[in-house]
């Protein structure tokens, strides 16, 4: 059997500014929450990943990390935001 994945369309959706704003502070929150689980569970910081020794490069501040992983951060942040929206909720800073 092949996977085949299938996420919300979410090409419809339009964010907005503010919405956009959010975006980067949950990349950030994501990226601190996937560190501290790596530490947790006896990951280092490493030149590279390695498995077997348990280091990785991205064991840093979300600040210092490369753009592309950034991006990678947003993204998922991102399309997680416009799939809420897809569903029907609304988002409100309260």
């Known amino acids: 059997m ?3 994945p299938k996420p919300k369309d979410t090409s419809h ?7 956009l704003e959010l ?11 996937w560190a501290r689980q790596r530490l947790l569970d006896g990951w ?5 990943r390695d498995d077997a020794k348990k ?3 991205c064991l840093i501040a979300y600040e210092e ?3 592309t992983e950034k991006q990678y951060d ?3 942040a991102m399309e997680t935001l416009k799939a809420i929206m897809a ?3 609304g988002i409100v800073k309260i």
């Open 44 to 48: 280092r910081h490493g030149p590279r």
């Open 23 to 33: 975006t980067e502070e949950l990349a950030k929150n994501a990226h601190e929450i």
């Open 13 to 19: 959706i339009e964010l907005t500014t503010e919405i």
């Open 65 to 67: 990390l490369p753009e």
């Open 55 to 57: 280091e990785h490069p």
């Open 87 to 89: 569903l029907g909720y």
């Open 2 to 4: 092949t996977y085949k």
């Open 74 to 76: 947003r993204n998922a």
